[in-house]
């Protein structure tokens, strides 16, 4: 997943002003890909929250004493495009135990 991050910062924010302005790209199981914003200390307002266009609009989702966590128009794309892969991981997980458990027993 962080190659994943580093690929999607390079690919979308390349040449951008936010390249410089947001601290990484992160997964949240349930929530999805979310954009981590460093905070100004004395103000605890984010370093950056989108371009304001319509087209890039970040949606703030929650806050840490360091970091307001955001979605982007591209982070929803990511989320429909790979869905909850850990998830999905777990679920599969779980469909290879039943029949070890069933025959265990």
């Known amino acids: 997943m962080d190659s994943l991050s580093a690929d999607v910062e390079r690919a979308d ?4 002003k936010v390249k410089a302005e947001f601290d ?3 997964y949240f ?3 999805g890909h979310l954009i981590a914003v460093s905070l100004v200390p004395r103000t605890g307002r ?6 304001g ?3 890039s609009v970040w949606e703030r ?7 307001a966590y955001f979605k982007s128009n591209e982070m929803r794309e990511m989320d429909e495009h ?13 469909a290879l ?9």
Do not use: H, W
């Open 61 to 67: 989702k929650f806050s840490t004493e360091e970091r």
């Open 13 to 16: 924010f390349a040449g951008n």
């Open 29 to 31: 199981p349930q929530i």
């Open 53 to 55: 266009d319509a087209k």
């Open 24 to 26: 990484t790209i992160i």
């Open 82 to 94: 790979f869905g909850d892969v850990p998830g999905m991981i777990c679920g599969i997980q779980v």
């Open 46 to 51: 984010p370093l950056y929250k989108g371009a």
């Open 97 to 105: 135990d039943i029949p070890r458990t069933l025959a265990a027993a």
